[in-house]
């Protein structure tokens, strides 16, 4: 994806891009009782991050992001984990969820749920920013990565989506009739 | 609703096969979307006869509300679905660019061969 | 701490490790430390409970504290005791044996994190007792499993990932419906509620269509005769460690899915499943030997031979006695560790020769015995030669396919291990006892010794079993006791449980 001719676009995307995401975490927070949670909050995070990449192309987005997406969901994952192995201390059975009431901002009920759904949120959050990375690459005009390089990658796609840049041969659209 | 639950799930699922046994792989695609749409409207109608019922939310007053699980378990599966189909384009692309063709008949012509290794 | 509490971490170690693999950036050695220790802890864990299972009978854990049948619940009974100890110690083999292969550099950074993402869906399957939760576990293990066979694959191999994955696509989605069907008759999802309220539509056309869904699926994931054709190519494209753990578990989670379900949930009169499972069987077992017979390189020849064993324990059970489905749980503890080894001893092969290509391949019995020995144990327990483990778990079959008259299918189960015998010649005669080894015999390449060595270990482990059969043939029996004790599975899990 090239970053967008409109300048229109990439400063009203600036703008949006903290909109879309307050959004989305209101719907990660009302979503213990009301429809929401981090499933949909996470895909409202991960089309603000679609819209960057509209805008000011993949390269800048991903510097954005400053870490591999991967590792984000990877995050997410181990936090969901952590919060649902937790009663295992107290003796209950997994996923057992605790509630307190904080007296901040008059009565707020947090509970465990709700560090679960911030996984749950990362996780969607990092995938599908991934996808979105891995899909949106040009491949015509794109060098393979060196052997030693892609290791330090733990993403599955980065190498073989690109392989056949490495060649000689011409781009692959051309071969196809 | 129910007639017509059961004609569109009839009309998804034959579509979706008729796609999937196409050569293309756009269409192949297309086909693996039907189908777990199908599927999914499929459990949907489980939760048995919508009519005059409410929506399953908590302090929404009205009628009886209709059965919320069915509703939990397409959410799941649509999630499934999602991450599913998503390694499946991925999939069709990198076979696309890697084997340069986009028609599965082509690909998996007998008569199709392996080229040889650079270096051999 | 509460034994029942524990039966989450099969599930829960597993994918643990995997997220902490996944987060560490690049293959170093702490990741295989930190995965081998992990995969060490499963085994143990996986004993434990089936040792509980074993003395105390079957152990309930509902997730969240909501019971049976609104929540989600985990059962350790003694059959899925055995699956798990069997999946830990294959998962740790083939560990061992892929650090064997590949210094710690070469290994792809995403190899560890899926296998454990696999070993996760393979123990919820083996866990659950509730039909949704099967289908999120099957689906855990498959989408793993489609990125395994697509992460080190080359650029011609990547295509038969396709009919791989199309197949299994369109058994989730029957799986799907089936859930959705069940849900519809049932009311419930429960493994215990569904064999509780089935038992009233016993020879209805609802649980005909429900049973014959179920068994397209699971037949389909296990490899049964008419949809088993996405297995054969896509095995061998695998790297040959994670192919040793493909080559045990996958399909037998199909086949441990089918004895559950026909076991245990559905009710037992279903005369048209049963001989439609026999007949099946035996179609598997000819067609998948002949495939074995036709292919000319090592893993080819291992992939067909795991069709045509998935032959002879569905056939165990659709002949549907106690005696029978004792018989399909010890050939599964069978075929496993004897499975999984063959494939180890293909990779070794690789390594030596350069090649698995039967022609091109030679002189590893005059040069590396050790390695001759393991396979030739192996190869005659999976034709089925007297006093190693293979045999006890035929001749089972073949006894009750006597005394149940099924003079058709007994021939064909003793055709096909005849087959089986031929087939491993085939391999004998080329890696092992050809002259000439085109490629060469890389001796000087140390890998293989440690390879063999955990081959070798799988292999005492299978001598064990058919040596110690009768302890192995008590444990079945009580595992197909606990199976098919539908009325105290039901109190188990319905009558207040845990």
Not at chain 1, 49 to 61: D, H, K, N, P, Q
Not at chain 2, 22 to 30: D, G, N, P, T, Y
Not at chain 3, 286 to 294: D, E, W
Not at chain 3, 311 to 326: K, N, Q, S
Request: proline letters at 6%; glycine letters at 10%; a neutral charge.
């Amino acid at each position: 994806m090239k970053a967008g001719q409109s300048y229109i676009f990439r400063a009203v995307g600036a703008v949006l891009f903290f909109l879309i995401n307050v959004f989305a975490i209101y719907l990660l927070l009302r979503g213990h009782n009301l429809p929401g949670g981090g499933f949909i909050g996470g895909l409202g995070s991960a089309l603000s991050l679609i819209m960057l990449s509209l805008a000011f192309g993949v390269e800048r987005t991903q510097g954005i992001l400053r870490t591999d997406p991967v590792r984000v969901a990877g995050a997410g994952l181990l936090l969901a984990l952590l919060t649902s192995l937790l009663p295992l201390l107290a003796g209950d059975p997994f996923l057992r969820h605790y509630h307190v009431v904080l007296p901040v901002l008059g009565k707020i009920e947090v509970g465990t749920p709700l560090l679960f759904d911030v996984g749950v949120f990362l996780v969607v959050v990092g995938v599908t920013a991934k996808l979105i990375f891995v899909l949106a690459r040009p491949n015509a005009d794109l060098t393979a990565l060196a052997p030693e390089e892609w290791r330090n990658y733990a993403a599955p796609l980065e190498e073989p989506i690109e392989k056949t840049a490495r060649s000689e041969s011409p781009a692959p659209e051309d071969d196809v009739p | 609703m129910m007639w017509e639950t059961a004609i569109l799930i009839g009309l998804l699922f034959g579509a979706a096969c008729f796609l999937i046994l196409q050569a293309s792989f756009v269409r192949i695609l297309f086909g693996f979307i039907l189908l777990s749409n199908a599927a999914n409207l499929f459990v949907l109608a489980m939760s048995g006869r919508p009519d005059g019922k409410s929506a399953p939310i908590v302090g929404v007053a009205g009628a009886a509300p209709v059965d919320p699980l069915p509703q939990a378990l397409i959410l799941t599966a649509i999630v499934i679905g999602f991450g599913v189909i998503a390694y499946l384009v991925i999939l069709l692309y990198r076979t696309f660019l890697d084997q340069r063709t986009a028609s599965a008949r082509e690909l998996f012509d007998p008569a199709r061969e392996r080229p040889e290794e650079e270096q051999a | 701490m509460n034994p029942a509490t524990l039966m989450i971490l099969p599930v829960a170690l597993p994918l643990v490790t995997a997220v902490v693999a996944l987060m560490g950036r690049r293959p170093a050695a702490w990741r295989r430390w930190f995965t081998g220790g992990s995969a060490l802890l499963q085994v143990v864990v996986a004993f434990a409970l089936a040792s509980t299972a074993w003395h105390g009978g079957p152990q309930v854990l509902a997730i969240g504290g909501w019971a049976a049948p609104y929540g989600i619940v985990l059962v350790g009974d003694l059959l899925a005791g055995i699956m798990l100890v069997l999946g830990a110690v294959t998962a740790l083999a083939s560990l061992l044996y892929g650090f064997a292969e590949l210094p710690v550099g070469d290994e792809h950074p995403l190899r560890l994190p899926l296998v454990q993402f696999l070993v996760t869906g393979i123990n919820l399957a083996f866990c659950t007792a509730d039909l949704f939760n099967l289908f999120v576990a099957f689906e855990v293990m498959l989408i793993s499993s489609y990125a395994l066979l697509t992460l080190e694959a080359d650029d011609w191999d990547i295509k038969q990932a396709f009919p791989y994955m199309a197949l299994n696509l369109v058994g989730s989605t029957l799986f799907l419906v089936a859930a959705g069907l069940a849900y519809g008759l049932f009311g419930s999802l429960n493994f215990a509620a569904i064999a509780e309220r089935s038992t009233a539509l016993a020879g209805t056309p609802q649980l005909t269509v429900l049973a014959l869904l179920l068994f397209t699926v699971f037949g389909m994931k296990a490899g049964l005769f008419p949809l088993f054709y996405w297995l054969p190519n896509s095995y061998p494209i695998l790297p040959s460690p994670v192919a040793a753990l493909y080559a045990g578990m996958l399909t037998k989670v199909g086949v441990y899915v089918l004895l559950r379900i026909f076991g245990q949930v559905l009710p037992p009169d279903l005369p048209l499943i049963h001989t439609l499972m026999m007949w099946l069987a035996a179609a598997t077992m000819i067609f998948g030997v002949l495939g074995a017979v036709s292919r000319n390189f090592i893993r080819g020849i291992l992939s067909f031979h795991i069709l045509s064993q998935i032959g002879y324990m569905v056939l165990a059970i659709g002949l549907f006695t106690p005696y029978a489905i004792a018989a399909a749980i010890f050939y599964i503890i069978h075929h496993i560790i004897v499975k999984s080894t063959l494939f180890m001893v293909g990779g070794v092969v690789v390594v030596l020769n350069r090649s698995d290509d039967l022609t091109k391949t030679g002189r590893l019995w005059a040069v590396a015995p050790v390695l001759g020995v393991v396979f030739l144990l192996q190869a005659l327990s999976l034709a089925g030669v007297p006093p190693l483990s293979g045999f006890w778990g035929k001749y089972m079959i073949v006894v009750e396919g006597l005394r149940q008259r099924e003079w058709v299918l007994v021939g064909c189960a003793l055709l096909a291990g005849v087959l089986t015998m031929f087939s491993m010649l085939k391999i004998w005669n080329g890696p092992f006892w050809h002259p000439e080894a085109a490629g060469g015999v890389h001796l000087a390449d140390a890998r293989w010794k440690p390879m063999t060595a955990v081959a070798g270990g799988m292999t005492l482990l299978s001598l064990g079993i058919g040596f110690g059969a009768e302890f192995f043939l008590r444990v079945a029996h009580e595992a197909a006791r606990q199976v098919l004790d539908r009325g105290a599975y039901v109190t188990l899990l319905l009558g207040g449980g845990n």
